[in-house]
């Protein structure tokens, strides 16, 4: 089932990673009408054929924009500048969300009329120093995050964009802001799976 939301998927160097996260999507309960990349890394990006067949023969809004050297808060300002939708939805290419993970945070953005709905993500660690460093920060719990948050346009009117000039906490300093401004957020049952 296609939706009218604008995925922005800001990527620096994980080909790898990109390609099974788009080729995911075609197993999802619903889909977004467009679909926007930002690639900040020094090469081209490939996207695989099938994606690019399914985009076409579901009329699915396919953009990749070239912004290189560009941290993430400034590809995903781009990538919601662009968006044509009302919605938008943030995934990076190392999260990988469920087949319910859309249907999910739409479905509780509209029954409960909220302004959008926080990520949740679980961290996993194959290797023993990757767990050790999950047992000293984020832990075995799924944790409130950017990546997997589904939230109206009318959310960055209010609460500005992100910082474009740091590398990471962008999307704390945002997150903080949102809450300043009371926004009407909600926390999603549903998480995303993050591997480095």
Known sequence: MIKDVSLIIPNKSDEDKLSILLSSMLNWKAIPNEIIIINTSENEIFIPNDFRS?????????YEYEKKHMYPGGARNI?????TNSLLAFLDTSTYPS??????????????????????TYYEANLFISRIFR??????RPIQTFPGSILHKDVFKNCGLFIESTRA????????????????????????KYDK
Request: with cysteine; proline share 0%.
């Open 54 to 62: 399914f985009c076409k023969n579901k009329n699915i809004g396919f």
């Open 99 to 120: 087949n319910e993970w859309l249907s999910h945070g739409l479905e509780i953005i509209e029954n409960g009329n909220y302004d959008g709905v926080w990520g949740r």
């Open 135 to 140: 047992a000293c920060t984020y832990g075995e």
């Open 79 to 83: 990538g919601i500048k662009k968006a």
């Open 169 to 192: 906490g962008e999307d704390a300093d945002f997150m903080s802001r949102v809450d300043l401004h009371n926004m009407n957020i909600a926390e999603s049952e549903n998480f995303l």
